[in-house]
Nanobody
Framework: QVQLVESGGGLVQAGGSLRLACAASGRTFSRNNMGWFRQAPGKERDIVAAVSWSWSGDSTFYADSVKGRFTISRDNAKNMLYLQMNSLKPEDTAVYYC???????????????????WGQGTQVTVSS
């Protein structure tokens, strides 16, 4: 049974940093597309960052709103996915979800309908 479990969320002041972690179990995802999404109250779930595997190294995608501030990475030996979030803003407040695709792709997956497995989410709140 595949499980994705997020951790690392919390309350932080604007300008601060958080590191989200997603622990995968049940199968390995070292060559599978993985991503981070977020959903703010009353809004749709949006892509934050995504990663795909290739022989020359992982490819990444970032939403325009987080470029230069967030970094997605993974530790294949530990079957973990991370999201380093720096220079946080109040508008980053949301529930953050880890997602994994059952197959690998040639480019990062940015649509939530492309993912097969989801974590339960972790709350990130940024105060002004």
């Amino acid at each position: 049974q595949v499980q994705l479990v997020e951790s690392g969320g919390g309350l932080v002041q604007a300008g601060g940093s958080l590191r989200l972690a997603c622990a995968a179990s049940g199968r390995t995802f070292s060559r599978n597309n993985m991503g981070w999404f977020r959903q703010a109250p009353g809004k749709e779930r949006d892509i934050v960052a995504a990663v795909s595997w290739s022989w020359s190294g992982d490819s990444t995608f970032y939403a325009d709103s987080v470029k230069g501030r967030f970094t997605i990475s993974r530790d294949n030996a530990k079957n973990m996915l991370y999201l380093q979030m720096n220079s946080l803003k109040p508008e980053d407040t949301a529930v953050y979800y880890c997602a994994a695709r059952s197959r690998f792709g040639t480019a990062p997956s940015v649509g939530d309908d492309e993912y097969d497995y989801w974590g339960q989410g972790t709350q990130v709140t940024v105060s002004s």
